[in-house]
């Protein structure tokens, strides 16, 4: 099974625990067998492989995306990187090219492709075994997944078939109605256009050539930044006759607000969180160190993290966008390819950091023009190299760089420091890479 999966967006909507770098799919909210914390990308990419171990996955995201996928899914997950954001139709034909050009999937392959973030069970990627099965016999030049409706939403667009068999041909496609025009579609026969669709690699690649004008995927990459910011509905969907649509009415939750997000948890308290008796249908997840306790609240979701606190009613937190919006506060944390790090302190002429780098891991060799910095190991072992110097180090050392001094930090276990910015001009974009044969 070839998958595309497309992971896009900043999250602002599950603030504070997402950002402008860290999009909801990124956060650890959801245990897996072992009891262990997941998100929702680690969460699907295992379901999909728990189904099919040779599958060939293929996440289209964006730079600002790349580290955490890599620190999640491993560093041999296969990305297809978006140079800019353009919507779903460039990122879709640049993901079609990668598969035949870099990846080498043959044109009469069928392709599935899914958005990175449904709440979803086992049965949902059978489905999607035989969705691709369908393109590949040619059902339509299109395969769509319908979901069966539960309620009445104006989140979805709705598909409506031609007939009531499990496969049937798509009648029309309508827009995201009001509650009264949904109602009318359900009793229609209408579906939830959910994102989910597959086809043919030669149909969208023919149909990317009708449309841009490319040689491969080399050439798209280079021009992508000057393609038109489209949907893939719009591009392709809505212009298309020949059309499929495959029903599915397992469980399928589009986790996009906190009301949702919080729907599909098995706890009520993720990370270190007391409530009383008396509350009712409350959710805590807290990542700080510090404790949080509620009394007495109802219907409510109370999150903590290095970015902020926020207290909100459930059905109020789906309108939390236009004020997350309005601040202005430098990201507190975020994970990189070989770890994490997290701010603890910001004062003027200086940031106190404490980073979490992984074993096997390490920073890219680098050095600051503004800023000096100082490393206090507080536990692990690893290397530094200052200056071309590479030295062991451990808990308790600790390592003083100037401004223009090339350093970098191996871990050989786990391995977490203090790190202290020094400087009249601290900015996150002061960094300049350096090779370490230099």
Not at 333 to 356: C, F, H, L, N, P
Not at 366 to 376: A, F, G, M, N
Request: charged letters at 25%.
């Amino acid at each position: 099974m070839n998958v595309i999966l497309l992971s896009g967006g900043s999250g602002k909507r599950l603030w504070p625990l997402s950002n402008d770098i860290r999009s909801k799919q990124f956060i650890k909210i959801f245990k897996d067998e072992a009891g262990n914390y997941e998100s929702m990308v680690q969460r699907v990419y295992r379901q999909i492989m728990d189904v099919d171990k040779e599958s060939v996955v293929t996440v289209a995201t964006s730079k600002s995306q790349i580290s955490a996928l890599r620190n999640q899914l491993g560093e041999n997950v296969s990305i297809s990187l978006e140079p800019c954001r353009r919507d779903t139709f460039p990122a879709i034909v640049l993901a079609a090219a990668y598969l035949k050009d870099v990846a080498g999937v043959p044109e009469d392959e069928a392709v599935v492709v899914c958005p990175v973030d449904p709440y979803v069970e086992k049965e949902y990627f059978e489905a999607l075994h035989q969705l691709g099965a369908l393109a590949k016999q040619g059902a339509g030049n299109i395969v769509l997944m319908g979901i069966e409706p539960t309620y009445p939403s104006e989140k979805y667009g709705y598909i409506i078939p031609k007939g009531n068999d499990n496969v049937s041909k798509v009648d029309t496609f309508k827009e995201k109605p009001d509650v009264k025009t949904a109602e009318e579609y359900i009793r229609r026969g209408a579906l939830w256009n959910g994102g989910v669709f597959a086809f043919q690699l030669k149909y969208v690649l023919n149909k990317a050539h009708e449309i841009i004008d490319f040689t491969d995927y080399q050439d798209l990459f280079d021009k992508y930044e000057t393609l038109e910011k489209i949907s893939f509905d719009y591009a392709v969907v809505e212009k298309e006759d020949n059309i499929a649509v495959m029903r599915f009415a397992g469980e399928w939750k589009d986790l996009g607000t906190w009301n949702t997000l919080t729907e599909a948890m098995k706890e009520n308290i993720v990370g270190n969180g007391e409530m009383d008796d008396t509350c009712e249908n409350l959710h805590v997840i807290n990542e700080l160190d510090i404790p949080i306790l509620c009394m007495g609240l109802k219907d409510m979701v109370v999150s903590a993290s290095a970015d902020g606190i926020l207290v909100s009613d459930k059905g109020a937190s789906s309108y939390i966008k236009p004020y997350v919006d309005k601040m202005d506060n430098r990201i507190m944390y975020a994970e990189k390819s070989w770890g994490s790090y997290r701010v603890m302190d910001v004062e003027e002429g200086s940031v106190t950091i404490k980073v979490t780098l992984n074993p096997g891991h390490s920073m890219n060799y680098h050095s600051h023009e503004h800023r000096d910095e100082i490393w206090s190991i507080i536990s692990g072992q690893g290397r530094t190299v200052v200056d071309g110097m590479e030295q062991t180090v451990y808990p308790g050392d600790v390592i003083t760089m100037q401004a223009g001094c090339k350093h970098t930090i191996f871990a050989d276990t786990e391995l977490k420091l203090i790190e202290v910015q020094l400087g009249k001009e601290i900015r996150i974009d002061d960094k300049q890479k350096h090779s370490l044969e230099s």
